[in-house]
T-cell receptor
């Protein structure tokens, strides 16, 4: 069972470069999420998609954009990377509101 | 603003002991609470989900309780094993319709053989 799959697993970017983090789930889940995890800050929600065709800002959306490509896929784009975006990024999904959230393995991003 | 606290930040116990991890939250108006496990450099693995109407959930050697009125949850691990070593995170979801999970900082657990 693949669950939630994130690519790439590791990435190093130079300041100002752009990139897209990919996330796909094969559990037919309706809602998908992007979190970042930083030491001392815990996990914080960047953007989410409650259902296919909708996206909304989370707690820390500045510097990011998202696309819900279809029900399976939810991508996170950094248009102009900054060192403050160095973090571990996690994608998650959930079937409906009162069910478990499942997380991917994470993408470790370093911006130099 | 909801805040979730996990104490202690780190815990080291010998193999075979039963142990309890604590999670507290400031706003009792939660929809559910979920416990996760995170191994170093890995993603989060869901352990247990407790709905706000429930008092506890069990899975194997794990038992999670929820006392919404006091803003507390505990994760009980029976007969601990070295393979249980990981960081344990709790997260609450506020109110129906809320999308965000609010996470605690986690408890880093080490089980010594």
């Amino acid at each position: 069972n693949a669950g939630v799959t994130q690519t790439p697993k590791f990435q190093v970017l130079k300041t100002g470069q752009s990139m897209t983090l990919q996330c796909a789930q094969d559990m037919n889940h309706n809602s998908m999420y992007w979190y970042r995890q930083d030491p001392g800050m815990g996990l914080r929600l960047i953007y989410y998609s409650a259902s296919e065709g909708t996206t909304d800002k989370g707690e820390v959306p500045n510097g990011y954009n998202v696309s819900r490509l279809n029900k399976r896929e939810f991508s996170l784009r950094l248009e102009s990377a900054a060192p403050s975006q160095t973090s571990v990024y996690f994608c998650a999904s959930r079937k409906i509101q009162n069910t478990e959230a499942f997380f991917g393995q994470g993408t470790r991003l370093t911006v130099v | 603003k909801q805040e979730v606290t996990q104490i202690p930040a780190a815990l080291s116990v010998p193999e075979g002991e039963n142990l309890v991890l604590n999670c507290s939250f400031t706003d009792s108006a939660i929809y559910n609470l979920q416990w996760f496990r995170q191994d170093p450099g890995k993603g989060l693995t869901s352990l247990l989900l407790i709905q706000s109407s429930q008092r506890e959930q069990t899975s194997g050697r794990l038992n999670a309780s929820l006392d919404k009125s006091s803003g507390r949850s505990t994760l009980y691990i029976a007969a601990s094993q070295p393979g249980d070593s990981a960081t344990y995170l709790c997260a609450v979801r506020e109110g129906q319709g809320a999308q965000k999970l609010v996470f605690g900082q986690g408890t880093r657990l080490t089980i010594n053989p």
